[in-house]
């Protein structure tokens, strides 16, 4: 760990449905170390999981509070973020901050394709194909290759969002739904292959995953935080995880995992 690298500070985010306003998030302040995976789990299927995590990648403004990556405020101008990511300066939306959704791109979308177009925006689009194929080589789907995204099934479509993930040399990537609500093994290997892309990364890189299922999210992170009904944010599992009722809402706490001690494979998983 070499300290933080994104920065939450009371963030609240709210929206109006009709004339009533909607509070999703509420005084959030969160960090998250190089080198770190944090977990944010909600009980709620529209918790603010995904809220925060656009936040977070900067593709959604807080309506109050601050958010820095690397020690740079992430500023954004309504929802205006294919102008963010074109930015010659600061955090740049697909090379610095890679977002990975288990929605996935166009189900017609060719997968190296998909995994290459965090590299174009790097500044390495003449020879993406090539590089792309790596990063799948890397997390075992080289199979995946000159298929679509359709045709793939769930658990390809994991290993395929990894490798997009860490196909260049981004600062924080972020995965929605996307590792989560696999079968046990499959989600071992997930975290390994997780763990092993972070260590082997060009630079400082940080990530935050979003899981519906707390089970999942305390395998794969080093530390889970729930969003609470109430819009605040509690830590689950981790250091200094505290016992509260909040923290008990919607799942029983597990054992915290130490990743250096698991014997879990590399191979791809059974999904």
Known sequence: MVGD???????????????AYLGVLKDVSLKVEAGEVVGITSRRRLGGKTTLLEIAAGMQTPDSGVVTLAGQELQLAGRNWRAWRRRSSGPVLGH??????????????????????????????????????????????EDCIGRRWGELSNWQRALVGLARGFAGSPQLVIFDDLLDGHASRDTDVASDLLHSLIEDSERPCSVLVSAAYYESAVVLADQVWSITPRGTLVRRSGPRAPATDDAHDDATILPFPNHSEKQGSRDIGSG
Not at 5 to 19: A, E, N, P, Y
Not at 104 to 128: I, M
Request: with cysteine.
């Open 96 to 141: 610095d901050v890679v977002w990975v959704s288990s929605n996935g791109p166009n189900q017609e979308l060719e997968v190296s394709k998909y995994v290459g177009s965090p590299l174009a925006v790097h500044g390495r689009s003449g020879d993406v194909r090539r590089l792309a194929a790596g990063a799948l080589e890397r997390v075992g789907a």
């Open 5 to 19: 690298l994104l920065s939450l500070d009371g963030v609240c985010k709210g929206f109006f449905r009709g004339q």
